[in-house]
C-alpha cells in the first residue's frame, strides 16, 4: 500500500516543478495531494490543518518534505480525518484515498480560438501587401516579405537590366 503512496507522492512532487526530482514535495503541491485525493474534506481536515501539519513535520529551514516526513504528517492527517479509527487504520484509509490519483488540471485556462480569430489569422485569405509577407504555407517570409531590398551588384544600385548585356552585343 506504502508503494502505491510513494509513486502518487513522486506524481505530485513533480507536478509543476521543473527542477524536483520527485523525492520531496513542496508545501503547494502537498496541499494539492491532500486536495486532489480527498484527504482535504473542508470539515474535518482543513487547508490550515494541512499547512500547519506540514510545518510540523518538515526540518527547521526547510521548503520540502521528504517521503519519511511525508508519511508521518498523513499519519497525523489520518487521526484528524478519520477520528474513529486506530492510527494504523487511519493511515491505511489515508493510502486508500490516494490509491491511483493523479495531479488535477482542472480549471486550467486554455487556449481558445473563436469567432474571428481563426479568420483573422488564416494567411490565405490576406490581400494586399499583407499577402506578400507570407509563402503558400501561410508560413511568414521574414526580413524580405516585410522590406524591399535592393540588389547591390554592378556599377550602379538597383539597376535593373543586370545579366543583359552580352544578349544585347552578341547580335
Known amino acids: 500500500m506504502a508503494s502505491e503512496a510513494g509513486r502518487t507522492f513522486q506524481r505530485f512532487a513533480v507536478f509543476g516543478e521543473s ?3 520527485g523525492t520531496e514535495i513542496n508545501n503547494k503541491n502537498f496541499s494539492k495531494l491532500c486536495k486532489d485525493c480527498g484527504i482535504m474534506d473542508g470539515k474535518t481536515v482543513t487547508s490550515t490543518d494541512v499547512d500547519i501539519v506540514f510545518s510540523k513535520v518538515k526540518a527547521k529551514n526547510a521548503r520540502t518534505i521528504t517521503f519519511q516526513q511525508f508519511q508521518e504528517a498523513m499519519k497525523e492527517l489520518g487521526q484528524k480525518r478519520f477520528k474513529d479509527k486506530k492510527p494504523d487504520e487511519a493511515l491505511e484509509s489515508i493510502f486508500k484515498l490516494m ?3 493523479d495531479p488535477a488540471t482542472t480549471g486550467v485556462t486554455k487556449a481558445t480560438t473563436v469567432g474571428g480569430v481563426s479568420r483573422l489569422t488564416d494567411t490565405s485569405k490576406y490581400t ?3 499577402k506578400e509577407r507570407f509563402d503558400e504555407s501561410g508560413k511568414g517570409k521574414g526580413i524580405a516579405g516585410r522590406e524591399e531590398t535592393t540588389n547591390n551588384s554592378g556599377y550602379v544600385s538597383g ?3 543586370a545579366g543583359t548585356y552580352d544578349k544585347k552585343t552578341s547580335k
Do not use: I, L
Request: no cysteine; net charge positive.
Open 19 to 21: 527542477s524536483s526530482n
Open 99 to 101: 490509491e491511483g490519483k
Open 128 to 130: 494586399g501587401t499583407h
Open 159 to 161: 539597376y535593373k537590366g
